[in-house]
């Protein structure tokens, strides 16, 4: 069984910058397709970013430029790096990896496993 765990949220000012961490037990992230996703009140799901096996990165518009997604294999662990951040950005921030390569990317339903998720408040 996977299990993710994130971390690194927090409260922030607007144009700030706040790192996220999600560490994954029970089987390695070389493994899997991670990705990240946020919920703001009264908001569905949405799609954040994601990064394959080979490396290549997928945004959701409205972060490219601002965010930027890694991942550190030794240490079993994705990154969402966050600058530039506006009132919008405000969420709860999900991690998320799938096993498999089918399904989308930027598709809640194609990810098998998801952490708690870790409160991101930006202030203007």
């Known amino acids: 069984q996977v299990q993710l765990v994130e971390s690194g949220g927090g409260v922030v000012q607007a144009g700030g910058s706040l790192r996220l961490s999600c560490a994954a037990s029970g089987r390695s992230f070389s493994q899997l397709r991670p990705g990240w996703f946020r919920q703001a009140p009264g908001k569905e799901r949405e799609f954040v970013a994601a990064?394959?096996?080979?490396?290549?990165?997928y945004y959701k518009d409205s972060v490219k430029g601002r965010f930027t997604i890694s991942r550190d294999n030794a240490e079993n662990t994705v990154y969402l790096q966050m600058s530039s951040l506006k009132p919008e950005d405000t969420a709860v921030y999900y991690c998320?990896?799938?096993?498999?390569?089918?399904?989308?990317?930027?598709?809640?339903?194609?990810?098998?496993?998801w952490g708690v998720g870790t409160q991101v408040t930006v202030s203007s």
């Open positions: 990064i394959g096996w080979n490396g290549r990165t």
């Open positions: 998320a990896a799938k096993l498999g390569g089918s399904g989308s990317y930027d598709s809640r339903i194609s990810y098998d496993y």
